[in-house]
Antibody, heavy 121, light 106 residues
Framework: QVQLVQSGAEGKKPGASVKVSCKASGYPFTDYYMHWVRQAPGQGLEWMGWINTHTGVTLSAQPFQGRLTMTRDTSISTAYMDLSSLKSDDTAMYYC??????????????WGQGTLVTVSS | EIVMTQSPATLSVFPGERASLSCRASQSISTNLAWYQQKPGQAPRLLIS???TRVAGLPARFSGSGSGTEFTLTISSLQSEDFAVYYCQHYHNSLTFGGGTKVEIK
């Protein structure tokens, strides 16, 4: 079955960077785009961007452009999300999710379990 | 950017009653819309794609409708496990989520 397993919780200071991993299994990793979505405490879902897991091409949502780097390692079916210049309002649960259909944009049937990133001095 | 607006923000319903959740897009998205349910401490769970297609195994009390800019998620008879937050999401050449509707016990 499809599984997305994310790395553990992180605590960071303002100005630092964080890198979250998402290991996929149960499907052909390079056939589907991987997206990242975050959720601040008590808030809604915010889409961050996607990576084409076959080519490595990425697109970040406008609020994250210049701070978000998405990469992948196809040899271990793992996607990574690196967010730099962290601020306190980056404190959130970060999710990876696979876009269904094989298109760039679609619905998300499969989600990682989430990685809590806490930014505090 | 297409803005998704959900209403109401909170819906108080008695168990067994019908709940109708609204999602409006700032421009036409055809039927490129999904609905999710999220419970505390859990990742979102996909309920419906393409505005009205239920995921396999979803109880028939959940239904989605609409096209263009107006969409509705209807839960025909609320069960205790249905009290949660519901999000809509468009995927029409981009992707954004609505702000969510919390369905709470009245």
């Amino acid at each position: 079955q499809v599984q997305l397993v994310q790395s553990g919780a992180e605590g960071k200071k303002p100005g630092a960077s964080v890198k979250v991993s998402c290991k996929a299994s149960g499907y052909p990793f390079t056939d589907y785009y991987m997206h990242w979505v975050r959720q601040a405490p008590g808030q809604g879902l915010e889409w961050m961007g996607w990576i084409n897991t076959h080519t490595g091409v990425t697109l970040s949502a406008q609020p994250f452009q210049g701070r978000l780097t998405m990469t992948r390692d196809t040899s271990i079916s793992t996607a990574y999300m690196d967010l730099s210049s962290l601020k306190s309002d980056d404190t959130a649960m970060y999710y990876c999710a696979v876009a269904d259909r094989g298109y760039i944009y679609g619905w998300f049937h499969y989600w990682g379990q989430g990685t809590l990133v806490t930014v505090s001095s | 950017e297409i803005v998704m607006t959900q209403s109401p923000a909170t819906l108080s319903v008695f168990p067994g009653e019908r709940a109708s959740l609204s999602c409006r897009a700032s421009q036409s998205i055809s039927t490129n819309l999904a609905w999710y349910q999220q419970k505390p401490g859990q990742a979102p769970r996909l309920l419906i794609s393409d505005a009205s297609t239920r995921v396999a195994g979803l109880p028939a009390r959940f239904s989605g409708s609409g096209s263009g800019t107006e969409f509705t998620l209807t839960i025909s008879s609320l069960q205790s496990e249905d009290f949660a937050v519901y999000y809509c999401q468009h995927y029409h050449n981009s992707l954004t989520f609505g702000g969510g509707t919390k369905v709470e016990i009245k």
